[in-house]
T-cell receptor
Framework: KQEVTQIPAALSVPEGENLVLNCSFTDSAIYNLQWFRQDPGKGLTSLLLIQSSQREQTSGRLNASLDKSSGRSTLYIAASQPGDSATYLCAAAGGTSYGKLTFGQGTILTVHP | DGGITQSPKYLFRKEGQNVTLSCEQNLNHDAMYWYRQDPGQGLRLIYYSQIVNDFQKGDIAEGYSVSREKKESFPLTVTSAQKNPTAFYLC?????????????FGPGTRLTVL
């Protein structure tokens, strides 16, 4: 059974700092790994999706990497801003006949001015 | 605008009542999903549907039921058999259920049992 863990559970940084969020998964037989952002009381916004054959994806100030062999993914946020404050969730899509996502518990990020 | 809509945003239920949460998408996606989110926890899959008139149980289907009569709609009914229904419910869709497809989420419905 796939298990996904995110570290740290919470992170508080000053504006402008570069930061890394970590995600680990126990079963390396994944289709892809998605990173999401969730604002309080809102739905999930997809940030990046890395296919199992890829090693990284970039979108603006965000860069996500994937190392299937070690069961790890990282989300790198450059030059953080207060507007980046949110909960960040990673989810691994399993190798079954459907794209079931197994979610981590999330990292709560606070960027203070 | 293409997207996923969920209604209502907030829902209150009395003990013993069944309630239905709406999920509609205009993305022409084949697959739709229902997740439950509890405070401090990740999302857990309740039900999913790969195609019209077909759906499968997820990890926590007990006390819930769904239907998929139209491609655009995937309503979730929370029955009185669900012992602890207070949670945030999220609907999602993807182009297809199989393969490396991105899932897109609606804004959620917060259900509270009085």
């Amino acid at each position: 059974k796939q298990e996904v863990t995110q570290i740290p559970a919470a992170l508080s940084v000053p504006e402008g700092e570069n930061l890394v969020l970590n995600c680990s998964f126990t079963d390396s037989a994944i289709y892809n790994l998605q990173w999401f952002r969730q604002d309080p009381g809102k739905g999930l916004t997809s940030l990046l999706l890395i296919q199992s054959s890829q090693r990284e994806q970039t979108s603006g100030r965000l860069n996500a990497s994937l190392d299937k062999s070690s069961g790890r993914s990282t989300l790198y946020i450059a030059a953080s801003q207060p507007g980046d404050s949110a909960t960040y969730l990673c989810a691994a899509a399993g190798g079954t006949s459907y794209g079931k996502l197994t979610f981590g518990q999330g990292t709560i990020l606070t960027v203070h001015p | 605008d293409g997207g996923i809509t969920q209604s209502p945003k907030y829902l209150f239920r009395k003990e013993g009542q069944n309630v239905t949460l709406s999920c509609e998408q205009n993305l022409n996606h084949d697959a739709m999903y229902w997740y439950r989110q509890d405070p401090g926890q990740g999302l857990r899959l309740i039900y999913y549907s790969q195609i019209v008139n077909d759906f499968q149980k997820g990890d926590i289907a007990e006390g819930y039921s769904v239907s998929r009569e139209k491609k655009e709609s995937f309503p979730l009914t929370v029955t009185s058999a669900q012992k602890n229904p207070t949670a945030f419910y999220l609907c999602a869709s993807s182009i297809m259920a199989s393969g490396p497809n991105e899932q897109f989420f609606g804004p959620g419905t917060r259900l509270t049992v009085l």
